[in-house]
């Protein structure tokens, strides 16, 4: 059974950053493509970044290039979200997910995930 934990959520001011976590256990996860995705009140779920643990390559929402960036720790099973130069319309909860995939293309939509964690609340005050 595959389990996702969120963490390092938060209010944060314009501007400002946070990093957060996201621990995989129930598997070997390194034939396994993990996401990060995000959704505010009202909206869809939406891509924020990707990442495949076989061999590092990552993926970003175009309009979130340059300000979040994706890593993972293999050892820890962690896959991290460092974000930065918040905006208030960053609010959001942010959503870990995670497939097996062992294909060339990026998992960039929410049903290309079999598996999420619960979320982790980010609030970006103006």
């Known amino acids: 059974q595959v389990q996702l934990v969120e963490s390092g959520g938060g209010l944060v001011q314009d501007g400002g950053s946070l990093r957060l976590s996201c621990v995989a256990s129930?598997?070997?996860?390194?034939?396994?493509?993990m996401g990060w995705f995000r959704q505010a009140p009202g909206k869809e779920r939406e891509f924020v970044a990707a990442?495949?643990?076989?061999?590092?390559?990552?993926y970003y929402a175009d309009r979130l290039k340059g300000r979040f960036t994706i890593s993972g720790d293999n050892v820890k099973n962690t896959v991290y979200l460092q974000m930065n130069s918040l905006k208030p319309e960053d609010t959001a909860v942010y959503y870990c997910?995670?497939?097996?995939?062992?294909?060339?293309?990026?998992?960039?939509?929410?049903?290309?995930?079999?598996?999420w964690g619960q979320g982790t609340q980010v609030t970006v005050s103006s």
């Open positions: 990442i495949r643990w076989s061999n590092g390559d990552t």
């Open positions: 129930g598997r070997t996860f390194s034939a396994y493509a």
């Open positions: 997910a995670a497939q097996y995939y062992t294909g060339s293309y990026y998992l960039s939509e929410p049903r290309d995930y079999g598996y």
